[in-house]
């Protein structure tokens, strides 16, 4: 069994912090390739390129043991993965970055919902509290009635849906195999998974494109596997408030490069959600639990 001691907060905050700068670094690839490239097609390419980084992990790979329970989970995973990458490709053409980060951060709740439902974690008042202001910090990104809610923003409700289920049965296999197993068989079975949706509409990218592709494909490895190493090297307590970080970096880039401008109600709806969960992952430390919310800079492809 592999040791998820939480023993090394700075290096957790470390890893974190890389994890989030490589994630905003592919919310930026992907916003500059546009919408000609169909959604799921990019996302497979992604992982297709993904692959090449597996190679040196092969011999790792094949003396894992696989249970038929380890089997499951990974395949679950993986469905769930592979819808939850081709919508966030589809609503990052089309909706501005500070939105898509902001929206990820609501993957935790739904974690913590799905521990509760799932794994017969007690939802105490606390926690029920903190769900619902995480709620109502979406309500304020989205503001229902104030502006346009278009096909990107439905997707990413989605998408948070799907990454929170991703993300507790990572933080799941964590403790069963090595970080280096849960990315690659992420990789193997996602890029199966978007093979048949990518060939139902499949369009020949670019030079450009492809090499856009190659450097998302770059910086999502490596940010899976730092995130992975997060999660054994600190407790979320202490490395979800450093997740925050990266929706002052998605709105600098968004307005810096993109002209999208600021919205002061997508900062404080992330603001209100990340409270929500650092609260959360914060309750979980003082108890003495095993943290099972994944920090939301992990949801991502």
């Not at 939480?6 to 890893?15: I, T």
């Not at 060939?199 to 492809?210: D, K, Q, R, V």
């Not at 990266?246 to 709806?269: R, S």
């Not at 209100?272 to 939301?296: C, D, H, Y």
């Amino acid at each position: 069994m592999i040791d998820t001691g939480a023993s090394r907060p700075g290096w957790g905050v470390l890893w974190m912090v890389v994890t989030g700068a490589q994630f905003v670094g592919v919310t930026v690839l992907v916003k500059s390739m546009g919408t000609r490239i169909p959604a799921p097609e990019a996302a497979f390419l992604r992982y297709v390129f993904g692959l090449i980084f597996f190679v040196p992990m092969l011999g790792s790979l094949l003396k894992t043991r696989f249970d038929r329970q380890l089997w499951m989970m990974f395949t679950i995973r993986g469905v769930a993965h592979t819808g939850a990458v081709a919508l966030w490709f589809y609503a990052m053409a089309r909706i501005p970055i500070a939105d898509v980060t902001a929206m990820n951060y609501l993957s935790p709740v739904y974690v913590t919902l799905g521990a509760a439902l799932f794994l017969g974690e007690r939802l105490a008042l606390r926690r029920v509290l903190a769900i619902f202001a995480a709620l109502l910090g979406t309500l304020i990104i989205l503001r229902p009635g104030f502006r346009e809610i278009g096909p990107g923003h439905l997707a990413m409700l989605a998408v948070a849906i799907c990454f929170g289920v991703s993300y507790l049965l990572a933080k799941l296999m964590t403790n069963r195999v090595s970080p280096a197993v849960v990315v690659a068989m992420l990789s193997i079975i996602v890029t199966i998974g978007l093979a048949p949706l990518a060939l139902m509409n499949w369009i020949t990218p670019t030079s450009t494109e492809a090499a856009l592709l190659f450097g998302v494909a770059c910086l999502a490895t490596g940010g899976h596997f730092t995130m992975t190493l997060a999660f054994r090297a600190a407790p979320l307590a202490v490395t979800q408030p450093v997740s925050f970080l990266q929706l002052v970096w998605a709105v600098l880039v968004g307005a810096l490069f993109f002209d999208e401008g600021f919205d002061v109600f997508v900062v404080l709806g992330g603001t209100v959600i990340v409270g929500a969960v650092s609260f959360i992952s914060w309750r979980e430390m003082v108890l003495k639990r095993q943290a099972v919310t994944p920090n939301p800079s992990a949801t991502k492809v």
